[in-house]
């Protein structure tokens, strides 16, 4: 058993609104050494597969299938494996 | 002046709709394996501040006062060197 852990970031050439406002709210708190702030997803998905490959074909898959725009955004995952309970 | 890499999750208890809703979404495209999906959120922050420890302390306020609901939800950051342009 696996666990794939999936970054989702929006390409650099892609207005990011959700960063922008958190960037504002930021400086508002006082934060003003922020410079820049980019928004994306996080997933974590456990997936019932002993084998490595064929977990991260799946994973690949999913992502190009699902999970990512691959049109605006890019991803990466980590496969760790995961002991049973 | 460093990057900071802020991944924030729902606490394991908190239910999560929207992992749900995606481990759904996998299982109708036929993903079968999966067994459980888990969403949250993951930040890019661009700090000018060229002290470690400082820019440390600077990311873990600004996730408490604004990015993170730490009533339900965890989070974990990395700082990394960013090279000026």
Redesign the interface.
Known sequence: ?YIAKV???LKPTVNDPQ?LT?RG??HT?G?S?????????????????NDLVK?RA?VQ??CK???ANTVIENFRFELEPLKAP
Chains 1, 2 share one sequence.
């Open positions: 058993m970054y989702i970031t960063g958190i709210a930021l708190l934060f050494t922020v410079q820049e702030v980019r928004a994306g997803k996080y997933i974590e998905i456990k997936i019932e597969e977990a799946e898959d999913m299938k699902l999970l």
